[in-house]
C-alpha cells in the first residue's frame, strides 16, 4: 500500500526514443532483444581493428534525415543529431504537441559531448601554419550546445541543463529533471544521455586503459559476467542516445494517460575512488545508492530485474556483484547488462538499460545472457526494475522504475 499524498506526487515517464546499434523504432529494438546476436562490429581506428557498437543503418537514416530537413544541422556533431532524435521520438509519444501551458525542460546530459566534431577541428587547427579556426568551434563543441540545440528542435520554453557524470550521466540527468518537477520550476521534462565516442583519440584512451576487448573473433567480444577459467576484459565502445518524456502525475491522470512506467525513486552514492579510474572491491559504492533507491520506493513490491552497469572488466563486474549480493542477499532478482549487445555508450549507457527497462516492463520480460555466466535467472513477472550506472570519480546511480499496474 502507498499513502495517498505519495500518490499524487508521481513521477511518470510518458515517452522514451532511442538511436543504436539496436535501432530506432521500439518494436524493432524489442525484437533484438529476443535473439542472441550482438550488434557489435569490428571497424579500425589508428590502424588496429576494434569491436564497436555503431548505429545500424535504420538508425543512421535518421539523422541524415535530420540533416536534410534542416541543412544548418550539418555542422552539429552526432551527439547532438542522436541527442535530437532521441529527444523527438519521447516528445511525440508523450503527446506534448497538443498541450500547452506547461513549462518543458531539457536535460541531455553527455560525458564527452562533441567528441568528433572537436578532435577532427583540432587536428585541423595543428595541421594549420597560422593556427587558425573556424569561428563558430568554440559554440559547436561546448557541452552546452547539446541540450541547447535540442531545446531549439524541439521549440521548448523552460531551463535547459548539461549534465556531465561521467557514466552516471543518463541517469543523474533524469535525477535532475525529477527535482526541477517537484520544486514545480517545470512541469515536465526530456531527460536522457547521448554519447558519440567512437574516434580515434577516445579509443586510444581505452586502449591506454588496458581493458578493451581484444575478443576480434569471438562471437560476443563485449562478455560482462563472462565465466572463463581466466579473467579477461571485454569493455568495448558504443554509440548512441536515450530521452524520456517526465512528468507529474496523481493516481487519476496516471489511470487516464497509461504511461510508459512510474519512477519510484532515485539512489545516487560518491566515494573516494581508490585509483582515478577504480572503484571499491567490495561495490560500496553501488551498494550505497542501491540502498538509497531501495528505502525511497513507494511501494513494497520487490525488485525482479537489475539492469546491471557491468561493462566487461574484471574489476567493475566483480564489484558490481558484490554489491548486488550484499543488498539482496537471498532474495537475488533477476540480473542483465545490455552491453554485450550495443557496447559501454557511456552517459547513454543507463539510458539505453532504461529503454529496456521500460520494454522489460511493457511485455513482461526478462532478457538473457547468450553465453555461460554466474547469473542464474528464474523465470519471473517483471513488474519493477533497477538500473545502476557508476562512472569514473567516484559516482554512482540507481533508480526504480515500476509497471503503472502496481501503483493502481
Given at each position: 500500500?502507498?499513502?495517498?499524498?505519495?500518490?499524487?506526487e508521481?513521477?511518470?515517464?510518458t515517452?522514451?526514443g532511442s538511436?543504436?546499434?539496436?535501432?530506432y523504432d521500439?518494436?524493432?529494438?524489442?525484437?533484438?532483444?529476443?535473439t542472441?546476436?550482438t550488434?557489435?562490429?569490428?571497424?579500425t581506428?589508428?590502424?588496429n581493428i576494434?569491436?564497436?557498437?555503431v548505429?545500424n543503418?535504420?538508425?543512421e537514416?535518421?539523422?541524415?534525415?535530420?540533416?536534410?530537413e534542416?541543412?544548418?544541422?550539418?555542422?552539429?556533431?552526432?551527439?547532438?543529431?542522436?541527442?535530437?532524435k532521441?529527444a523527438?521520438?519521447a516528445?511525440d509519444?508523450?503527446g506534448?504537441?497538443a498541450?500547452?501551458g506547461?513549462?518543458t525542460g531539457?536535460?541531455l546530459?553527455s560525458?564527452?559531448?562533441?567528441t568528433?566534431?572537436?578532435?577532427?577541428l583540432?587536428?585541423?587547427?595543428l595541421?594549420?601554419?597560422e593556427?587558425k579556426?573556424?569561428?563558430?568551434?568554440?559554440?559547436?563543441?561546448?557541452?552546452?550546445y547539446?541540450?541547447?540545440q535540442?531545446?531549439?528542435h524541439?521549440?521548448?520554453?523552460g531551463p535547459?541543463i548539461n549534465?556531465?557524470v561521467t557514466?552516471?550521466?543518463?541517469?543523474q540527468?533524469?535525477?535532475n529533471?525529477?527535482?526541477?518537477i517537484?520544486s514545480?520550476?517545470a512541469?515536465r521534462?526530456?531527460?536522457g544521455?547521448?554519447?558519440?565516442?567512437l574516434?580515434?583519440?577516445?579509443i586510444a584512451?581505452?586502449?591506454?586503459?588496458?581493458?578493451?576487448s581484444?575478443l576480434l573473433?569471438?562471437?560476443?567480444?563485449?562478455?560482462?559476467l563472462?565465466?572463463?577459467?581466466?579473467?579477461?576484459?571485454?569493455?568495448?565502445?558504443?554509440?548512441?542516445?536515450a530521452?524520456?518524456?517526465?512528468?507529474?502525475?496523481?493516481?487519476?491522470e496516471?489511470?487516464?494517460h497509461?504511461?510508459?512506467g512510474i519512477?519510484?525513486?532515485v539512489?545516487?552514492?560518491?566515494?573516494?575512488p581508490?585509483t582515478?579510474?577504480?572503484?571499491?572491491?567490495?561495490g560500496?559504492?553501488?551498494?550505497?545508492?542501491?540502498?538509497m533507491a531501495?528505502e525511497?520506493?513507494?511501494?513494497?513490491n520487490?525488485?525482479?530485474l537489475?539492469l546491471?552497469?557491468?561493462?566487461?572488466?574484471i574489476?567493475g563486474?566483480?564489484?558490481?556483484?558484490?554489491?548486488?549480493?550484499?543488498?539482496?542477499?537471498?532474495d537475488m532478482p533477476?540480473l542483465?547488462?545490455?552491453k554485450w549487445?550495443?557496447g559501454?555508450t557511456y552517459?547513454a549507457?543507463?539510458a539505453l538499460s532504461?529503454?529496456?527497462g521500460?520494454?522489460?516492463?511493457q511485455?513482461?520480460?526478462s532478457?538473457?545472457f547468450?553465453?555461460?555466466?554466474?547469473?542464474?535467472?528464474?523465470k519471473r513477472?517483471?513488474r519493477?526494475i533497477?538500473?545502476n550506472?557508476?562512472?569514473f570519480?567516484g559516482?554512482?546511480?540507481s533508480?526504480?522504475?515500476?509497471?503503472p499496474?502496481?501503483?493502481?
Amino acid at each position: 500500500m502507498i499513502s495517498y499524498n505519495k500518490k499524487n506526487e508521481l513521477i511518470a515517464i510518458t515517452g522514451c526514443g532511442s538511436v543504436s546499434p539496436l535501432g530506432y523504432d521500439r518494436a524493432d529494438i524489442y525484437s533484438k532483444y529476443l535473439t542472441d546476436e550482438t550488434c557489435i562490429v569490428n571497424k579500425t581506428f589508428n590502424n588496429n581493428i576494434y569491436p564497436v557498437g555503431v548505429l545500424n543503418r535504420q538508425a543512421e537514416n535518421q539523422l541524415i534525415n535530420l540533416i536534410l530537413e534542416n541543412p544548418k544541422y550539418q555542422k552539429f556533431d552526432r551527439t547532438i543529431l542522436m541527442a535530437m532524435k532521441a529527444a523527438s521520438l519521447a516528445y511525440d509519444e508523450a503527446g506534448w504537441k497538443a498541450t500547452t501551458g506547461k513549462i518543458t525542460g531539457v536535460n541531455l546530459g553527455s560525458s564527452r559531448g562533441s567528441t568528433f566534431l572537436f578532435e577532427q577541428l583540432h587536428e585541423e587547427f595543428l595541421n594549420n601554419r597560422e593556427k587558425k579556426t573556424l569561428i563558430n568551434t568554440s559554440p559547436l563543441t561546448t557541452l552546452g550546445y547539446v541540450s541547447n540545440q535540442v531545446a531549439a528542435h524541439l521549440n521548448l520554453n523552460g531551463p535547459v541543463i548539461n549534465t556531465s557524470v561521467t557514466c552516471s550521466t543518463g541517469i543523474q540527468a533524469i535525477c535532475n529533471a525529477i527535482a526541477w518537477i517537484k520544486s514545480g520550476f517545470a512541469g515536465r521534462f526530456i531527460a536522457g544521455g547521448t554519447e558519440a565516442p567512437l574516434t580515434r583519440f577516445t579509443i586510444a584512451q581505452v586502449e591506454a586503459l588496458g581493458i578493451y576487448s581484444k575478443l576480434l573473433d569471438y562471437k560476443y567480444p563485449c562478455a560482462p559476467l563472462y565465466v572463463s577459467d581466466k579473467g579477461v576484459n571485454t569493455f568495448i565502445l558504443g554509440e548512441g542516445a536515450a530521452a524520456f518524456a517526465i512528468e507529474k502525475m496523481n493516481i487519476t491522470e496516471l489511470k487516464d494517460h497509461n504511461p510508459l512506467g512510474i519512477i519510484e525513486s532515485v539512489g545516487f552514492s560518491f566515494e573516494r575512488p581508490p585509483t582515478l579510474t577504480g572503484i571499491s572491491e567490495d561495490g560500496s559504492l553501488i551498494t550505497a545508492s542501491m540502498k538509497m533507491a531501495l528505502e525511497n520506493m513507494v511501494t513494497d513490491n520487490n525488485i525482479d530485474l537489475v539492469l546491471l552497469h557491468c561493462p566487461g572488466t574484471i574489476k567493475g563486474d566483480e564489484a558490481e556483484m558484490n554489491a548486488i549480493r550484499s543488498v539482496f542477499k537471498n532474495d537475488m532478482p533477476n540480473l542483465f547488462s545490455n552491453k554485450w549487445k550495443i557496447g559501454h555508450t557511456y552517459s547513454a549507457a543507463p539510458a539505453l538499460s532504461l529503454e529496456l527497462g521500460l520494454i522489460c516492463l511493457q511485455n513482461n520480460f526478462s532478457p538473457e545472457f547468450p553465453y555461460k555466466t554466474l547469473v542464474k535467472n528464474k523465470k519471473r513477472n517483471i513488474r519493477k526494475i533497477m538500473v545502476n550506472a557508476t562512472g569514473f570519480g567516484g559516482n554512482a546511480t540507481s533508480i526504480i522504475v515500476s509497471h503503472p499496474d502496481i501503483i493502481c
